[in-house]
């Protein structure tokens, strides 16, 4: 038998773990959706993020709640620049350099991490890090649910962004049909750098927000970036309202199954949730709604 | 024609004399380790390339082939005494049963769905055996030493047999790659890799034949890592089915040329042993040799997609060189 109390806990960790996936997920499909690219990096560029929260605290003493929104603008830029130099030489480029040219930046960017600061184990250590709230006999600590805020509020700004702006209309519009986009008049290439600039930008959010609870290693982005594949795909592969709902189950999935199975197996259920969904529902939970016609 | 095609024969009997001969010279363990490990890759990347360069399907999981067949065929010897060599076509069972199940779902989708799938699939199997004390966990396997013999597959004394058995092993995966480049298969692979919408309306059930290439591809890869263990006898998570091994299966055939036959074995020949030198010089400092392999994966599929071997073919010096040396 069950005890509830066990239960409710894992549910809330799995939710408080599941926004965060969301959030890293958003950012990986929503480039997918746009331009067609598996960001395979996006992980190594969440980690960078962890280091920038992490020197920014400790060399100048910047709060990490502060250092969000220059996480955001700092690889937001930095985005754009590595879409306009490289991914959109990619992007022209035969099937091989779509497929490989991020896998090759992963290589780059982890190993320059681990070249540069080793693979010493970091932490932060905030006022609030080792607070908790309790909810009857269920903990919640005071990080996590800040990083599960943060996490949803950037999610819900991002679908405002993309439902009431030209710019967002823009992006979807690309997303949809690319060729159609091009003769209403859109400027493909800018939608695709702007694309590209925003899911750093969020992943870099995302590791702004648990540096202050997760350990900070070079390889730290590795899981993040395996949970956003699955959750990608279960929420179907360029589509950002299912990645927002599909990191929330994914992160449920993952607790319970650490919490009843074995630690040890939590990402073999992955693999698990992965497979039945190819196998029963490619397009995703949710079908698509960025359908791509061109 | 004829005499072109007795130039190659040439060409080739005086390559093939060469790497039999060249152990008998005095080689220093350095280099003979660097040589055996150059036909190793080689041998990898070939085998990866009959799904990703023949077939243009890019599984990013080909580590987890290779961890199968070093961890099956070391289990099996620990736990029933089995040889190595039955241990090494069980493990290229299991990875072609394995691949099956991995590529029939994801073969019929976009060519996204196989790269996310076999990724995710390679990382998880590592970060499970890494967890999992029944295969050594975290601790690995330490292969117990046995006395030299072919049939526990150990060579202490002499390394010279690893060199033989590891070019016999990729001479026949040259042989198997040449028959299905020039085979019904390997045209059908290339018609689906150059425009799978008009090899589909053509009437080729193209799932059918990506998911051939893979079960061939991850069959032939399993007895590389087979081979690893008896050649270093330590089987580890993060030496067998890691993403840095990946990319050393990768890179070979993608410098050499994606979907030729000969372009890994060249470029396995120019990374490998330059690759052993950095190490050898600069293996103290943590990620070089990563950083430097990225560097070179992000340049060749920008700038040479096709590699040197599918580059230099289209060219005049190519055409030359092709009169003497098979360029496939």
Redesign the interface.
Known sequence: MVEPSILAQALINGLLLGGIYSLVSVGLTLI?GVM?I?N?AHGAFMMLSMYLTFWLFVLFGVHPLISLPIAFIVFFAAGMAVQRT?IQ??LE?????Q???T??????I??????SW??LVRTISVDYSNLTFFLGSISISAPRLIAFIAAIIASLLLHLFLTKTDLGLAIRATAQNREAARLAGINIKFIYSIAFGLGLGLVAIAGNLVATFYYIT?SAG?PFL?AA??V??LGG?GNYVGALFGGLIIGIVESMAGTFLL???R??V??AV??II??TK?EGLLGKTFERKA | MSGMTNFRIFSNIILLAVALILPLLPLDPFMLNAIIFTFLYAHASLAWNIVAGFAGQFSLGHMAFFGIGAYTSSLLFIWYGVTPWIGMLAGAGLAALISFFIGLPSLRLKGHYFVLITIAFGEILRLTFLNWDLVGGSIGIWYPVMPDSLYYFQFHDDRRPYYYIMLGMLLVNLAIAYAIKRSRIGYFLAAIRDDEIAAQTSGLNIAKYKLIAFMISAALTAPVGTFYAQYVLFVYPDDVMSIPLMVYIMLPAIVGGLGTVSGPLIGALILVPTAEYVRAYMGGVAGMQLIMYGVILVLVVLIMPRGLVGSLRRTKLGMSIGKYISLV
Do not use: C, H, K, W
């Open positions: 997918y067609d598996v395979f490289i030489r990619a480029g035969p099937m091989a350099a497929m490989l040219v896998f090759g930046l992963l290589l780059i982890e190993n320059s991490a681990l070249f080793s693979a070079p590795t395996l594949f699955v990608a795909v592969l630690p040890a197996i990402q073999l992955y693999l992965f497979y190819l196998v490619p």
